[in-house]
């Protein structure tokens, strides 16, 4: 009988600390929070915004390549072996700075949507951290697909998050 007394007592220990380790992990869907923030959209407007801008310059440039490669070439039978080759230089010169023209542009967009993503992510992991303190989680885990958390059954702080940054 004590040695039954003492397996039950036992059991309802380890019973006791696998509740206690399983409120101490949590999860969020990260993926899912960050475009719930409102300062995304005001990102994401503003790198649409860019994104146009550069386009129209873009295209405005290829327009002025155009026109003058099809200029130089209806004028190339009478113009002459030396305004030719200055011709074709000034076209391999709009080339390249057509080309290098994208190579920037994608540049600046990829700086711009790391100088803007970077706070919304840092408010968002700020948030996740004071509210999982605050219900005493000791890990977080992200469970958006593919980040490598295969069962969440644990408690979702989605809601508790979205509360502390104010999303409805």
Do not use: C
């Amino acid at each position: 009988m004590r040695n039954l007394r003492k397996l039950f007592l036992a059991a309802i220990m380890i019973v006791g600390v696998n509740v206690a380790q399983a409120q101490e992990v949590a999860h969020i869907n990260v993926s899912e929070l960050i475009p719930a923030m409102p300062e995304s959209k005001v990102a994401q407007d503003e790198l649409v915004k860019m994104q146009e801008k550069l386009r129209t310059d873009l295209q405005k440039m290829q327009n002025e390549y155009m026109q003058k490669a099809e200029q130089y070439q209806k004028e190339a039978p009478t113009a002459g072996d030396a305004l030719n080759e200055t011709r074709a230089k000034e076209l391999q010169d709009m080339e390249q700075r057509l080309y290098m023209f994208q190579q920037n542009a994608q540049q600046e967009l990829e700086k711009k949507e790391l100088s803007l993503t970077e706070p919304i992510f840092t408010k968002a992991q700020q948030a996740i951290h004071k509210v999982a303190r605050e219900k005493g989680y000791k890990f977080v885990f992200d469970s958006t697909t593919g980040r490598g958390l295969i069962l969440a059954d644990g408690p979702n702080i989605m809601a508790d998050v979205k509360k502390e940054l104010k999303i409805n």
